[in-house]
Structures are given as C-alpha cells and as structure tokens.
C-alpha cells in the first residue's frame, strides 16, 4: 500500500511537473510568469484595436466610394436635364397628341349608348351624362380590403 501512495505522488509531481503547473506560489512569485502575461494581455489589447481601426478605415473608404457614385449620378441627371431643357427650347415639330373629347354632348354616341342598354335590359329610359371610366379608381370592395389589410395594429 506505501508503494502505491509512493508511486501515486511521485506521479503527480511528473505530471505537475509535465504541465508547468509546479506550486501557484512559485509561480505567481516568477518573474517570468508576469512578463509573460503583461505581453499576451498587451498583444491582445493591440489586436482588437488594430482590428477596429481597419474596420473604421474600411466603413470610411465605403462612405467615401458611395458619395462619389452619388455625385456622378447627380452630375449626369443634371447634365440630362440640361439637355432636355435645351431641346425643349429648340422649336420643335408639333407632334400630334391624343385629344380628350367631351363625350356629353356627342349626340350620336349617347343615342348608341342608350339603344345597347336598352336592348340589354328590356326597358326604355333616359341616360342624362356619359363619362369616361378612370381606370386607376378602385371599387368599394377593392377600397375596404385595402384599408382593412394595411391598418396600423
């Protein structure tokens, strides 16, 4: 039994030893040990700074590559329509453009209008205006699901 307590401690100072864990005192009492710790602390403090300080030129550099891709822009939607201005005050062939007909008082198309609804309908009556249909307004029931889906919460 004293052999195996014997071996057991010599054991673990081998694999103290093996490790460089030896006493904490000792250790903590080195030199070495701290200037050791000071570098590595300082290394590491270096790096996250170096590492942010490119980040910071990087976001810079972007910054300064997008104002420049802004101003060229600008420049060439300034130059377009300095142009356009330029051709729009140079006479210019009339061009021929779609006209918006009154459609109420044509006579012709009300009559042609009111036979088609009469004969769909089986009944005589009297159409008092005729408008044009404007594409772009909704229906009521378009117009309530839209409110009702893009309602805040």
């Given at each position: 039994?004293?052999?195996?307590?014997?071996?057991?401690?010599?054991?673990?100072?081998?694999?103290?030893?093996?490790?460089?864990?030896?006493?904490?005192?000792?250790?903590?009492?080195?030199?070495?040990?701290?200037?050791?710790?000071?570098?590595?602390?300082?290394?590491?403090?270096?790096?996250?700074?170096?590492?942010?300080?490119?980040?910071?030129?990087?976001?810079?550099?972007?910054?300064?590559?997008?104002?420049?891709?802004?101003?060229?822009?600008?420049?060439?939607?300034?130059?377009?329509?300095?142009?356009?201005?330029?051709?729009?005050?140079k006479p210019a062939v009339e061009s021929v453009s779609a006209v918006e007909e009154d459609y109420s008082n044509d006579e012709e198309l009300v009559?042609?209008?009111?036979?088609?609804?009469?004969?769909?309908?089986?009944?005589?009556?009297?159409?008092?205006?005729?408008?044009?249909?404007?594409?772009?307004?909704?229906?009521?029931?378009?117009?309530?699901?839209?409110?009702?889906?893009?309602?805040?919460?």
């Amino acid at each position: 039994m004293n052999n195996a307590l014997v071996l057991l401690s010599e054991g673990a100072s081998v694999i103290d030893r093996l490790q460089g864990l030896g006493d904490a005192k000792k250790q903590l009492a080195d030199p070495d040990y701290w200037s050791s710790v000071g570098i590595i602390a300082l290394t590491g403090i270096l790096v996250v700074f170096l590492i942010l300080a490119i980040l910071i030129f990087m976001f810079w550099l972007l910054g300064a590559i997008f104002k420049a891709v802004d101003r060229s822009k600008n420049a060439k939607a300034e130059e377009n329509a300095r142009q356009n201005a330029e051709a729009v005050a140079k006479p210019a062939v009339e061009s021929v453009s779609a006209v918006e007909e009154d459609y109420s008082n044509d006579e012709e198309l009300v009559a042609v209008i009111s036979a088609a609804i009469a004969a769909y309908t089986e009944q005589s009556f009297t159409v008092k205006s005729i408008r044009k249909h404007n594409p772009r307004t909704r229906s009521a029931w378009s117009t309530a699901g839209i409110s009702e889906n893009t309602r805040p919460f």
